[in-house]
């Protein structure tokens, strides 16, 4: 969890996504990427971020969600957890504007620049929920499965909601223990139990515990099996 004090920048954009106007903290942590104010919001951030900016400020539109609408996304080699929500003004002819707060949490995802990816890498996955942020370690994951432009994350003891796609997570996760096994689902190596054959030739991954098992693509299992080889011998019975 995060601390109970914390820095949370503050940025307001106008209607048409104007950035109008910043707190202090957000200017000591983004100032060299915003000189001037008057800028759309697009274009204080790099290519590969503009589809996810675009997203969270569609959802903003919409009525108040039950949960926190959250991203991650990479700025001057920092990590940000950012959230946007839609200010309704009082004077109904006034057009409404948009106010977007973030948090570094580079610290706590313990995050790394990766040259090749131009990305910055993370041990941990930030989870925004309505009683604060955890951080959750990618050992501790079993299984990622896709849900449109979300994802339900598993562990051990429970799943975790959080707005991402499989490729991001794929290329934002350090390590290569986390690997695509059919088109909705990444799993953690490191926590396969075995890999189950059924009579009808179709295989699953098969964890310990109450974990539901996971489909595999029969194009991804020569390449799981030898992703495997680099843990464990992989265990291929029929029910």
Do not use: W
Not at 50 to 68: F, G, N, R, T, W
Not at 153 to 171: C, D, F, G, N, P
Not at 190 to 213: L, M, T, V, W
């Amino acid at each position: 969890m995060l601390p109970v004090c914390v820095n949370i920048g503050l940025i307001l954009l106008s209607s048409d996504y104007r950035i109008v106007g910043m707190n202090s903290y957000a200017r000591s942590v983004l100032g060299p990427a915003l000189k001037e104010l008057g800028k759309d919001v697009f274009k204080y951030h790099p290519q590969k971020s503009h589809k996810k900016i675009e997203a969270i400020l569609k959802k903003a539109e919409v009525l108040e969600q039950d949960s926190p609408v959250a991203m991650i996304i990479d700025v001057l080699n920092k990590v940000l957890m950012i959230n946007v929500s839609k200010i309704n003004m009082i004077d109904n002819h006034a057009t409404a504007m948009y106010a977007m707060t973030f948090i570094d949490v580079t610290r706590e995802t313990e995050a790394e620049y990766n040259p090749e990816s131009g990305l910055m890498e993370l041990r941990k996955l930030p989870i925004c929920e309505k009683s604060g942020f955890l951080f959750v370690d990618v050992d501790d994951i079993y299984y990622v499965q896709s849900d449109g432009n979300y994802c339900r994350v598993y562990t051990k003891s429970r799943a975790y909601y959080i707005h991402s796609t499989l490729k991001e997570i794929i290329k934002r996760y350090g390590g290569k223990n986390l690997f695509r096994v059919h088109k909705s689902y990444v799993v953690n190596l490191k926590n396969i139990h075995k890999i189950q054959r059924d009579e009808a030739h179709h295989y699953s991954i098969i964890f310990k515990g109450n974990i539901p098992p996971v489909p595999v693509a029969r194009r991804r299992l020569a390449e799981l099996k030898k992703a495997l080889e680099l843990h464990f011998k992989p265990l291929i019975k029929a029910d």
